[in-house]
């Protein structure tokens, strides 16, 4: 599995951004995707997932009610629509992939085997 992440970029504090993850080179049946950040100085941080079959979603709960994420199986693509936009989001946004992924899984970035490339993003103040 590939995964293509874009949709990253610069926007003012209180603004909104839609990251999408394009998956390709294998069926999603059965996956978990998730989106981890990273910011500078700073450890990889789970953002939140969703499950490929059935679509139940988890988040971090610093995130809750301000990230959301999607899925379009049409296009085998994820979506992180982000609102409210801190400075401390500032971050590269990575989306990844699972098989089999048991929710309890879904924040440990170890489980998962496919990494996309990463997308930046950057809120100011």
């Known amino acids: 599995v590939q995964l293509q992440a874009s949709g990253g970029g610069w926007v003012l504090a209180g603004g909104s951004l839609r990251l999408s993850c394009v998956a390709s080179?294998?069926?999603?049946?059965?996956?978990?995707m998730s989106w981890f950040r990273q910011a500078p100085g700073k450890e990889r941080e789970f953002v939140g997932g969703i499950k490929w079959t059935g679509g139940s979603t988890t988040y971090a709960n610093s995130l809750k009610g301000r990230f959301t994420i999607s899925k379009d199986v049409t296009k085998n693509t994820v979506y992180l629509q982000m609102n409210s936009l801190k400075p401390e989001d500032t971050a590269v946004y990575y989306c990844?992939?699972?098989?089999?992924?048991?929710?309890?899984?879904?924040?440990?970035?170890?489980?998962?085997?496919?990494w996309g490339q990463g997308t930046q993003v950057t809120v100011s103040s």
């Open positions: 080179g294998g069926t999603l049946s059965g996956y978990g």
């Open positions: 990844a992939a699972a098989p089999r992924l048991m929710t309890t899984m879904f924040g440990v970035s170890s489980s998962y085997p496919y």
